[in-house]
Structures are given as structure tokens and as C-alpha cells.
């Protein structure tokens, strides 16, 4: 019993040591860029051994990936959920929008990482595959408003063009949300500006 506890407990503290080092080097590869940031500074900033980081992911590319591959696993989650539900179109819809849209607000290291890199250079990170995540964002988008049209909720139209309203707005509100400069649109005020427009469609 005493050697099962020790083992748990173990296993518990290598668990957290790994997250802390997992969030140390997010906050630093949002704020400094993958490449300016040092694995003497990624140790320094989770209070750790550079051997404890080697033990975990090898190099700082495989905690880089270790990193891609976690957040955006919670995106995945986020859009499977909305494909195969009974509830309306449009209910479905805002709810998707506000679970993605929850993300960035309570993940906006990631987004900003994952933005700069998308929209910059690669700064020399590994490459992972943010296009995919546009794409499937975009397509849940314009399958919930497909099956709308279907259902007769929304009014005949492109669904396409209908997609790409929804999708500039929100892509709008959620660059604005990983910027510290200016006015943002908060959950509750995308909500309403989709009630706008899906009362249009």
C-alpha cells in the first residue's frame, strides 16, 4: 500500500513538474519568440535543472511540440463537440463560437504563439500544422450553417458566403483579444453581434 502511495505521488509530482516547465516556456516563447528563447531561460523561469527538461521532452523542439500538440488537442475537443448534437443550428453555432472563443481569452499565450508564427516567420520552430485548425474551424462553421439551411432555420443562401461573415468577425475578436493595446469585444459582446447576423440569415 505505502509503495502504490510513494508511486502515485511520484507519478503526481513528475505531472506538475512537467506542466510547470510546459508553461514556463509558453510565456516566454509568446513574449520572446521561439528562437530568442534559451533553454537556460526556459529552466531559470520554471525553477528546474536543464537534465529535467531533457528527461521530459528531449530538446527544447520537443517540448515545443509536446506544447502544439496539448493546446490544440483542446481545440479539436471544441469542434467535434458541435458536429453531432439534435440542438438548433444557431444554438449550436454561438455555442461553438464561445468555446473557441473562451480558449483565447484563457489561453492567450498559445494564440499569440501560434498567430506569430502562422502569420510570421517560423522563428525556426518545428512545423505544425496550424493551417488544418483554420480549415476545420471554418468547415465546422459552415456545416452547422449547411444543416441551418436544411432544417429551414436560416433562409436560403450561400452557406459559403454566409461562413465567411461569421468567421470575419469572430476571427476579428479574437485577434483583438491577444492584443494588450486596445478596447476589446468580450464574450458577451460577440454573442450579441452573432445574434445580429444570424437573425439576418
Not at 452547422?144 to 432544417?151: K, P, Y
Request: glycine share 6%; net charge negative; hydrophobic share 40%.
Amino acid at each position: 500500500m505505502a509503495l502504490k502511495q510513494g508511486k502515485a505521488l511520484k507519478k503526481n509530482m513528475e505531472s506538475e513538474s512537467r506542466q510547470h516547465i510546459l508553461d514556463a516556456a509558453l510565456g516566454l516563447f509568446a513574449q520572446k519568440g521561439y528562437a530568442a528563447t534559451t533553454v537556460r531561460e526556459i529552466v531559470d523561469a520554471a525553477g528546474i535543472t536543464a537534465p529535467s527538461l531533457y528527461y521530459y521532452f528531449g530538446n527544447k523542439e520537443g517540448l515545443y511540440m509536446e506544447l502544439m500538440q496539448t493546446h490544440c488537442a483542446l481545440i479539436d475537443s471544441a469542434l467535434d463537440l458541435h458536429l453531432h448534437t439534435s440542438e438548433s443550428a444557431r444554438h449550436r453555432l454561438k455555442d461553438l463560437v464561445d468555446k473557441i472563443f473562451l480558449h483565447v481569452i484563457e489561453d492567450k499565450d498559445f494564440f499569440r504563439l501560434m498567430f506569430a508564427i502562422y502569420y510570421g516567420p517560423s522563428q525556426g520552430a518545428p512545423y505544425c500544422d496550424f493551417i488544418s485548425y483554420h480549415v476545420k474551424f471554418h468547415a465546422a462553421i459552415k456545416q452547422i450553417i449547411e444543416d441551418g439551411i436544411a432544417s429551414k432555420e436560416f433562409q436560403p443562401g450561400n452557406a459559403g458566403h454566409m461562413t465567411w461573415v461569421v468567421r470575419g468577425v469572430v476571427q476579428l475578436a479574437m485577434e483583438e483579444q491577444i492584443k494588450d493595446d486596445r478596447e476589446k469585444i468580450d464574450r458577451a459582446g460577440l454573442q450579441k453581434i452573432l445574434d445580429l447576423i444570424l437573425d439576418r440569415f
